[in-house]
């Protein structure tokens, strides 16, 4: 213990002796983790909040292919489906894309059967009604008891703002138009009779893969999607997008550990006689070794604990401005971010292993080639 | 102890008070559940409100299969070649259900 | 017993393709609380055998015992552990730290077994007030003068009290006065008990009277 403080403390001489090498690690090593830290705390935060709204997906989604695409299909159907053993419950869904040229957007109308209260509002009950997404009310300044007036097929229909989503829900709501299944067919100018899919609740999800090839057979064109499966695409899509993101960020990395491998590795004529002085004074090789090990710890354990907080300001407190956008794409409605922080303690130590690890490692193996010399050696200069 | 360590000591306590405010301010932000969010959750809607590369808004995951002008006519196709990571074959297919493992 | 002996002991070195070898043969011993000198010109293996003699350099044969205890077998770090305890080691080039205070550089040897306790540091400073540097204990090393730099090198050697000193070329590039406070030093260190040896190639060091021994040599073995 106290040898280990009194290395320590020679290593803090060693740093300040070389402070302009050491500032120079400590901060090229917070900025790689700081960057690599901004994407993974950016997915997996994106990953838990999608993983918060998964409760209310329905476990089979049926959609009626035609020529290919994706079309309307027949409410009738959701009554044939409902007498399959362990449905609980078919309903049909009313949802679509609006192209709203005010906003030179695309907004979402989805029809609601449940009434709901909201923080601001209600769900709609009546046709007529709407409730809208942050960012719609945000652009379009709406507030509840507004008319909302939406061009479809050559005139305006009307509508009662009765609801505001709140920006806590901005994730999931912030382009909704949300309206009663008859109205939003009208908005939609989707045919009585008709919907955009059919949502299915099983007993048991066990039987999905059992039910999918009996809708298969029942329905033409059918094409079922498993909630299962959404959710794992959904994971891949931002592992995917995540992945992307480190793989821009490798080059950063790899420059960094050359830069780090040149100032470690090119021990300068100072440095190999600082050795050769602590070995002629009695320092065995793992007296250097431990004293270098401190000093890269040190560096170490600064820099990345300064890139980690770097990291959660970046995206928390200035909203990851640049990296948001490559991660999410871009958006003409993209809602208010309010992230909430989720951290995978097995990321962390994927970002040490990658990170800290080559770096502790490229700065000791030198010192230790270095104090491997015999003093002599140093003495003489040589190799 | 020597001045030396005795810094070193002040910047680690100031190390942990900086991840400490992080810490807070992590806690601090746990999802509110109000009743927007259950209301949200209760549409049964698969996606977020996320552009994902070519498509302008959600419901990527529902949306047509390998439409290369989905978004609008003439807006460019931005991975003409496929993604360096390809998507799970099974999302693709009709009928699309995740393969059971035995 | 003698401090140093050294029986038959070669060091051979290879450089590129060519073998040199520094030190051929040589047999000595030198007893203790004696002052010696090995002498000769540049390149005749006096530093090589210094370091033999401290342990610091593994003989490619022979033997060397450091008061009674054979090195030739020890592994490394038991060897460090005898390097640290009995010998103390004046290299001519690897002297102070630039930019370690005085202080620091002559606790160095301390800081692997823990840092200096309250006397040692008085033992130092005292060491360094008798060399005459009493007044320059926190000044950086860069800021001395050539021959306070190798007066605080000795004192470094002498802090963790070694029954043997090494020194390497103590005087050289030093004028008159310096060299000879350095002389007077190993004088004195000598008077109290301390086993010094010393290679230099200086007249100052090796003619002076008080050296018990001044041993020649050339092309690794000893001429006298």
Redesign the interface.
Known sequence: MKRQ?AL??FA??GL?RRLGKSLALTLGLAFVVALFGAALLLTDA?RA??A??T????DL?V?R?VA???ALIDVAVADELAALPAVRRVEP?V?G?YFFVALE????V?G?T?A????DGR?PAADGEVAV?A?IADLLGLRVGDEIGIPVEGEVRFSDVVGV??E?????????I?ATPPHARRLLGMPEGSAT?L?IDLTTQDE??VL??R??ALVPG?????????E???E??FD?RG??LA?LLLPALAAFLLLAWERLTGLGPGERREIGVLKAVGWGTADVLAARMWESA?VA??GA??G??LA??YV??LDAPGLLDAL????????PM????A?DPVQGFALVAAVVIPFVAISVVPAWRAAMIDPDQALRGGE | ??P??R??AG??VL?AA??A??LV??GR?????????????????????????ER?????????PG?AVSDLPGAPDVDPAG???G??R??LR?????P?RR | MSAIALEDVRKRYRDGATRVEAVAGVTLEVPEGALWVLRGPSGSGKTTLLGVMGGMVTPTSGAVRVLGEELTHLRDHHRTEVRRRKVGFVFQDLSLIDGMSVRENVLLPLVPLGGATRDQVARAEALLGRVGLGDRIDARASRLSGGQRQRAAIVRALVPSPPVLLLDEPTAHLDTDNAREIVDLLASLRDEGTTVVAATHDPRLHDDPRVDRAVLMRDGSLVE
């Open positions: 403080l320590i403390d803090l001489g300040r994106l909040e999608y918060r709204g409760g209310g997906m329905p989604t959609q292919l290919g695409r994706p869904r949802w894309y957007a695309n907004v979402t989805v609601a449940e709901r209260t909201l923080a769900l997404g960012s989503f709140g806590d829900a901005a994730i999931r709501t912030a382009d909704l949300v899919d949502a999905a893969g999918t090839e809708i298969g059918a094409r079922v999607l498993d909630a299962r499966l959404l794992r695409t959904y891949l899509t995917t992945g992307l793989l040190i354990t600064f604990t300064l980690a907080v959660y300001a928390f407190w999410l794409g871009w958006s003409a409605l993209r809602p309010r992230l909430v922080p951290f | 102890m020597t030396r360590l810094a070193l910047g680690l190390l900086l991840v405010v992080a301010d992590a932000r746990r999802p509110r559940s109000g009743p927007d969010h259950e209301a949200a959750v209760s549409l049964g809607l698969p996606d977020l409100v996320l552009s994902s590369a302008w808004l959600r419901h990527p995951s529902q949306a047509e439409a993604a360096l990571i998507p799970p099974a999302v009709v009928g699309g259900v995740e059971r």
